[in-house]
């Protein structure tokens, strides 16, 4: 069992920068991938950016060039870092964190970005 702890949202101006992590405890299996999701009201879940424990990492196109994401060096932390956000950012962004070996997924509570003047 893995539980995630997300922090980091919270209110920004348009052209802002905003920072999220995720820290996950419990039994941590080697090979996973931790990751944001995010959905805004009426729109589905979306992939914003993942990265696995062996280093590669995936983006979503709306967010490349303004977004990056990094773990710790225990693997056991992801950080969000989100810079240029434009009102389109605006939603309840997810921590996941999956298990490569069993497809095991875990979710955070959420934490709520808004991006507006």
């Known amino acids: 069992q893995v539980t995630l702890v997300e922090s980091g949202g919270g209110l920004v101006q348009p052209g802002g920068s905003l920072t999220l992590s995720c820290a996950a405890s419990g039994t941590i299996p080697s090979m996973n991938v931790m990751g944001w999701y995010r959905q805004a009201p009426g729109k589905e879940r979306e992939m914003v950016a993942v990265?696995?424990?062996?280093?590669?990492?995936n983006y979503a196109d709306s967010v490349k060039e303004r977004f990056t994401i990094s773990r710790d060096s225990g693997w056991n932390t992801v950080y969000l870092q989100m810079n240029s956000l434009q009102p389109d950012d605006t939603a309840v962004y997810y921590c996941?964190?999956?298990?490569?070996?069993?497809?095991?997924?875990?979710w955070g509570q959420g934490t709520q970005v808004t991006v507006s003047s």
């Open positions: 990265a696995f424990s062996g280093g590669p990492k």
């Open positions: 996941n964190f999956r298990t490569l070996r069993t497809g095991d997924d875990y």
